[in-house]
DNA sequence: GGTCAGATTGACAACGTTGACTAGATTGGT
DNA sequence: ACCAATCTAGTCAACGTTGTCAATCTGACC
């Protein structure tokens, strides 16, 4: 059974082609008992768009592309399945577009992209999404984006933006390291060029100075948002003269890896060492002991993306009150679990 | 600037329009003169045909998705990049598709994702693709499909497939670590719904009966693919009262996770317990010491799948020597590195 | 009752491409 | 030199949808 047109709507409802598609797309401009009569019709028949015609038709169009660069495979996978159900609830189509920011002319590559495929915008992920080099020089184009990013703050320019405050939930995760007693806690980073890196690392200088705790530079060290690089700076660490009772891994591979560093050593989580990771990772709450974290939903932050995106390309397609807003803000939150639950000694 | 069409490309080479479309078709009968001139103006405007009008058009189409059920992001991120080479490549556009197997109807699903999306076929990635219920359930109904499964023989059924020959290799890895003159070697199972489990246990014990080692069951232990699944068993079996001496782990998480736990009881990998993994995962080079595995191109075999998916969809499309092929192997290589280098004691 | 503005609907063309069909050019056999 | 067969290239319509513009309908008002 072949698929269901506008034609056939058209002739179940009794009305021109026309206004069907003017239901479709939610136009003011058709009368109750019409629109009724039409959308029992789509019903009937299980009518669905169909997004090659719509795309060739109009200039408009109702697809998107997901741009990312991002060496994590459990964010990756995360931030897909969220933007591809948004996706499904708006009616667009996704591709994926996984680059590598460093190699070519990265601006031009999405340009080209965005003629070629047709595309009405794009989702841009961390970290290419914070780099505003390529942001503005897309946006001055006339290509519309959302981005995705870490900052404490709505930024500035012009695209629409969603913004996650890691630096408040760092921030928690350390206040909450503090609570449990402990006054000389490492900071392992993320890649530097990974806002969230730096933004994390600033929510916990912030807490620790605001508890006159001094930042020991002895205890802030960087590596990459990997199980290994959080593995041997741990190791380094915990054999070292004076161990941390307590580190905080800029993400949850980070800190697996702090853990395993730390039963290598004979250490005990909690009781020897506490241990925080960031980004609620599915294996976070499967490791022994489960691992403190901040859980940032990504499924949330696409959908809102989409949602700002959809926003700058069809304002009367969003309800009134949130079609002008342009940046949005979320915070992970604080997930204590067992990795943190003693007393520091 | 707008982007070109066939009828610019018309225009400049000085044909008609169907004639541009015969090249970009690979259609035999235009003259060798001709067709260079519109390649030319092809290449001179960057043209690149509009996929919309494309698949408005015929009932062809030139998009396809990728379906996948599959609790691995790395695996995951690794096939749609081949995947996504392989379809710029031969002029597709990719849509994903992760789902659920057990939830719903999966075969309904994808039916009506092909009928909706004007799919061309599909390219179907284990676990769903090795449940031949679904797969010719889908076949049947006319639906083009590429199955991506483990197996150690061609598999019978009417679609295409690329098969992995998991045991022709966890039989190389396993005779490498009788080389080593390991006799009491674990295997650690993944999702049993995972034909590659089964294949790599198949080559493990194929492997020991004809060194005329007995397989102990207590040594074969059944959990998932994940880190923590193999800290938890390695945990146990390593401090059990007859430890093996090797482990193999039926993937890279898992064999991570034996290592961590090898670690933690204070035990030196590989002089007291080797371990092996499986998959060539990034983080396996890099552990410490770094794994031995057995490397799957997934790049190759992504590629491969779209190739006999696209010979089906149009024989003339790809060379003629491969054209009728359906079916093609893969079989993983042994990587030897550190975690298995020492000779069992 | 007639007129007009606004609301509602419809007819038609167009988006870029390809399938079906047709026309002109070339070749080979007589 | 002529006709048929074969090659090559062109014309036109159609895919499913929406923008433009015109037609019809409604009701308020004089």
């Given at each position: 059974m072949s698929k269901a047109t506008i034609k056939d709507v058209a002739r179940v409802a009794e009305v021109s082609l026309k206004t069907v598609s003017r239901v479709i797309n939610n136009e003011p401009t058709v009368k109750e008992a019409t629109r009724k009569k039409v959308l029992q019709a789509i019903e009937e028949l299980r009518y669905q768009p169909d997004m090659s015609a719509r795309n060739l038709r109009g200039n408009k169009s109702y697809a998107i592309a997901l741009v990312y660069d991002n060496p994590n495979p459990y964010y990756v996978v995360d931030v897909q399945e969220g933007v591809l159900q948004a996706c499904r609830e708006l009616g667009y189509s996704l591709q994926i577009h996984p680059c590598n920011a460093n190699d070519g002319d990265i601006v031009e590559e999405l340009a080209e992209l965005v003629r070629n495929s047709r595309l009405a915008g794009l989702v841009i992920a961390p970290p290419i999404s914070e780099d505003d080099r390529v942001t503005d020089a897309l946006y001055e184009q006339g290509i519309h984006l959302v981005r995705i990013i870490s900052a404490s703050k709505a930024p500035d320019g012009a695209s629409p933006a969603v913004y996650v405050n890691d630096r408040a939930a760092a921030h928690a995760v350390t206040d909450h390291l503090i609570h449990k007693g402990h006054n000389n806690i490492a900071f392992l980073w993320g890649e530097e060029e990974h806002h969230s890196s730096g933004e994390r690392f600033a929510g916990y200088r912030a807490a620790l100075e605001e508890h006159g705790i001094p930042v020991q530079d002895s205890l802030v060290i960087e590596g990459s948002y990997s199980f290994d690089s959080g593995f041997q700076r741990a190791n380094t660490l915990l054999s070292g003269d004076t161990p941390p009772s307590a580190i905080f891994g800029c993400n949850d591979e980070i800190a697996a890896g702090a853990l395993a560093a730390a039963k290598s050593l004979?250490?005990?989580?909690?009781?020897d060492v506490a241990i925080a990771g960031f980004?609620?990772?599915?294996?976070s709450k499967h490791a022994q002991p489960p691992l403190t974290t901040a859980a940032q939903s990504l499924g949330d932050i696409a959908k809102k993306a989409m949602m700002l995106l959809v926003s700058e390309l069809r304002p009367q397609a969003v309800d009134g009150e949130s079609a002008s807003e342009r940046k949005s803000e979320f915070i992970p939150e604080l997930i204590a679990r067992a990795s943190t639950s003693a007393e520091a000694r």
């Open positions: 004979g250490l005990r989580v909690p009781e980004e609620n990772s599915p294996f």
